[in-house]
Nanobody
Framework: VQLQASGGGLVQPGGSLRLSCAAS????????MAWFRQSAGKAREFVAT????????IYADSVKGRFTISRDNVKTMVYLQMNSLKPEDTAVYYC????????????????????WGQGTLVTVSS
């Protein structure tokens, strides 16, 4: 069972990055997927989630209008397109799979996810 996140790096303020998360060894298409982030000294923070079908999404207020989450159930991939990046977006970004099928209830609660990727570091700095 593996969630492999990639695509992080150093980017200037106002720039863009696209994160990817490859899923293997687990059932993918029945479960919502999400991105969280954690910066130094802070708790893990919800960023965005996408429904199992890919048609429903929820975003944290801090990223709404700048980030877009999507998924490809054939390739078992989840993506996070991040535009207009700010220094406060600097964090390690984690992808996660929901514990329960076909739900997006309380997406901000880490306890609702039972599979996590290893994280990819995003640094926004000039």
């Amino acid at each position: 069972v593996q969630l492999q996140a990639s695509g992080g790096g150093l980017v200037q303020p106002g720039g863009s990055l696209r994160l990817s998360c490859a899923a293997s060894g687990l059932i993918f298409s029945k479960y919502g997927m999400a991105w969280f982030r954690q910066s130094a000294g802070k708790a893990r923070e919800f960023v965005a989630t996408v429904a199992s079908s890919g048609t429903g999404t929820i975003y944290a207020d801090s990223v709404k209008g700048r980030f877009t989450i999507s998924r490809d159930n054939v390739k078992t991939m989840v993506y996070l397109q991040m535009n207009s990046l700010k220094p406060e977006d600097t964090a390690v970004y984690y992808c996660a799979r929901r514990r329960d099928e076909y739900t997006l209830l309380r997406p901000e609660a880490p306890d609702n996810y039972n599979y996590w990727g290893q994280g990819t570091l995003v640094t926004v700095s000039s």
